[in-house]
């Protein structure tokens, strides 16, 4: 036990010592240099977290608007042998009774052939301009209060109640916005507000006038036929209000796992698929942020092992020149266990230096920038996804890599013998 003890306190005299020395090497470092290094770890920080937190809000940036202006946080759909959610009037009424409800929107959907040239003689072996879609039949002032979808509009404006000869075109449909032309693939070209289209779904065929055109990004209404939930019933031939969508948005901070438990319990379960935005998300989109993920985590070890690299450049050079000064450290009775310590403490000092400055740099100007003005990718609103957990994580493994590659360079120079250290051999 006096043994151990014994170790304990040497070991505890080393780091005191190596503290004493690291503060006064620090103190009469040239200020430029440690400036350079500082900005170096910061650099390497914001590449381990910027990097990887762009590349993951990419694809967030297209979940939380999918979120936010389509599925809300419940979603129910029919189950998968059904074409509708059965009993659909009673599933909002209970929605509605659950804590947390603030908005549901009722939609119907379907598959439609949209044809802009239907009234041109063409030859027998052309093809009508004409695009697939998506039919989407909405109430527009409940799809205001819910989503707002309605500010996206790039042309023209949104359908209002009683606009049972008009119809939105999402931009995915139009050869202006989507510049595409592939076997398999058709738009829709001269197509402008006040143009006339016929849709067509299954032998039920009709002709609406083009109100507006939709732009938000959010693959439910870019890709779709927007029009009147009555006309969406005609066409798809519902005569009852069973739909194929009910989405739910809930308060912030309410739990929608609870919230899907009680629709469940309210008998919602028995009608139609219940879930959570979370369990809704196609795999493709949960692979793709997996992906994106492990990609930005690739390209910032580069930049953690840059940052290792130059560490150990410096601790190096400044062993190498000092020489002289550690072997008369040693040569006094200072353990070459203190004086190693006393590299590794500046080496966290540089790295802790920059890891705050890249902290405060991130959260008080970067995040909010992104929220501000987010990335404009053609298929979502790119944001930076920095998360406290996260950072911290990222944080201490600049910091254990910086230690080690300050230790190494400090243990080659201490190893060689005092005598020679000393007379510069």
Same mark, same amino acid.
């Not at 603030?102 to 052309?126: F, H, K, L, Q």
């Given at each position: 036990?006096?043994?151990?003890?014994?170790?304990?306190?040497?070991?505890?005299?080393?780091?005191? $010592?190596?503290?004493?020395?690291?503060?006064?090497?620090?103190?009469?470092?040239?200020?430029?240099?440690?400036?350079? *290094?500082?900005?170096?770890?910061?650099?390497?920080?914001l590449?381990?977290?910027?990097?990887?937190?762009?590349?993951?809000?990419?694809i967030?940036?297209?979940?939380?608007?999918?979120?936010?202006?389509?599925?809300?946080?419940?979603?129910?759909?029919?189950?998968?042998?059904?074409?509708?959610?059965?009993?659909?009037?009673?599933?909002?009424?209970?929605a509605?009774?659950?804590?947390?409800?603030?908005?549901?929107?009722?939609?119907?959907?379907?598959?439609?052939?949209?044809?802009?040239?239907?009234?041109?003689?063409?030859?027998?072996? &052309?093809?009508?301009?004409?695009?697939? !879609?998506?039919?989407?039949?909405?109430?527009?002032?409940?799809?205001?209060?819910?989503?707002?979808?309605? %500010?996206?509009?790039?042309?023209g404006?949104?359908?209002?109640?009683?606009?049972s000869? =008009?119809?939105?075109?999402?931009?995915?449909?139009?050869?202006?916005?989507?510049?595409?032309?592939?076997?398999?693939?058709?738009?829709?070209k001269?197509?402008?507000?006040?143009s006339?289209?016929?849709?067509?779904?299954?032998?039920?065929?009709? &002709?609406?006038?083009?109100?507006? *055109?939709?732009? =938000?990004?959010?693959?439910?209404?870019?890709?779709?036929?927007?029009?009147?939930?009555? &006309?969406?019933?005609?066409?798809?031939?519902?005569?009852?209000?069973?739909?194929?969508? *009910?989405?739910?948005?809930?308060?912030? !901070?309410?739990?929608?796992?609870?919230?899907?438990?009680?629709?469940?319990? !309210?008998?919602?379960?028995?009608?139609?698929?219940?879930?959570?935005?979370?369990?809704?998300?196609?795999?493709?989109l949960?692979?793709?942020?997996?992906?994106?993920?492990?990609?930005?985590?690739?390209?910032?070890?580069?930049?953690?092992?840059?940052?290792?690299?130059?560490?150990?450049?410096?601790?190096?050079?400044?062993? *190498?020149?000092?020489?002289?000064?550690?072997?008369?450290? %040693?040569?006094?009775?200072?353990?070459?266990?203190?004086?190693?310590?006393?590299?590794?403490?500046?080496?966290?000092?540089?790295?802790?230096?920059? =890891?705050?400055?890249g902290?405060?740099?991130?959260?008080?100007?970067? %995040?909010?920038?992104? $929220?501000?003005h987010?990335?404009?990718?053609?298929?979502?609103? !790119?944001?930076?996804v920095?998360?406290?957990?996260?950072t911290?994580?990222?944080?201490v493994?600049?910091?254990l890599?910086?230690?080690?590659a300050?230790?190494?360079?400090?243990?080659?120079?201490?190893?060689?013998?005092?005598?020679?250290?000393?007379?510069?051999?």
């Open positions: 036990m006096p043994k151990k003890h014994g170790i304990w306190t040497r070991w505890k005299t080393d780091i005191r $010592v190596g503290m004493f020395l690291a503060k006064r090497d620090l103190k009469r470092a040239n200020p430029w240099t440690t400036t350079l *290094i500082v900005f170096v770890m910061l650099l390497t920080f590449n381990l977290v910027v990097v990887s937190g762009i590349l993951v809000g990419l967030e940036g297209s979940v939380s608007a999918d979120k936010q202006y389509s599925s809300g946080d419940i979603l129910i759909s029919p189950f998968l042998n059904k074409a509708y959610i059965e009993n659909t009037p009673e599933a909002v009424a209970v509605k009774t659950i804590p947390g409800y603030v908005a549901s929107v009722v939609r119907y959907t379907g598959s439609a052939r949209v044809e802009s040239n239907y009234r041109t003689t063409i030859a027998a072996d &052309e093809l009508r301009d004409g695009a697939g !879609g998506s039919l989407l039949g909405v109430d527009p002032t409940a799809e205001h209060n819910f989503s707002g979808i309605d %500010k996206f509009m790039v042309e404006s949104f359908i209002e109640p009683g606009d000869d =008009s119809v939105v075109l999402g931009k995915n449909l139009l050869y202006k916005y989507t510049p595409i032309e592939a076997p398999g693939f058709q738009t829709l001269d197509i402008s507000v006040g006339r289209i016929r849709i067509t779904i299954g032998d039920v065929k009709k &002709e609406y006038y083009v109100k507006g *055109i939709i732009a =938000s990004k959010v693959d439910t209404f870019d890709s779709s036929v927007v029009m009147l939930n009555s &006309e969406a019933r005609k066409l798809i031939g519902r005569s009852d209000y069973n739909a194929n969508q *009910i989405a739910i948005e809930l308060a912030p !901070g309410t739990d929608p796992l609870i919230a899907k438990k009680m629709l469940i319990q !309210g008998g919602v379960g028995d009608d139609g698929r219940v879930q959570t935005h979370d369990e809704a998300l196609p795999k493709f949960k692979d793709i942020q997996a992906t994106f993920g492990i990609l930005g985590n690739a390209i910032s070890s580069i930049g953690l092992v840059v940052a290792a690299i130059t560490i150990f450049i410096v601790i190096f050079v400044n062993a *190498i020149t000092r020489r002289r000064f550690i072997g008369i450290l %040693k040569g006094i009775g200072i353990t070459p266990r203190a004086i190693a310590v006393s590299y590794m403490v500046q080496s966290i000092f540089y790295a802790l230096a920059g =890891s705050l400055i902290i405060v740099v991130v959260f008080a100007f970067l %995040k909010p920038l992104f $929220v501000a987010p990335i404009d990718f053609p298929f979502s609103d !790119g944001i930076l920095a998360t406290v957990p996260g911290m994580i990222r944080t493994i600049l910091l890599a910086t230690i080690v300050g230790y190494i360079p400090a243990r080659i120079v201490i190893k060689q013998n005092t005598l020679s250290a000393i007379l510069g051999r």
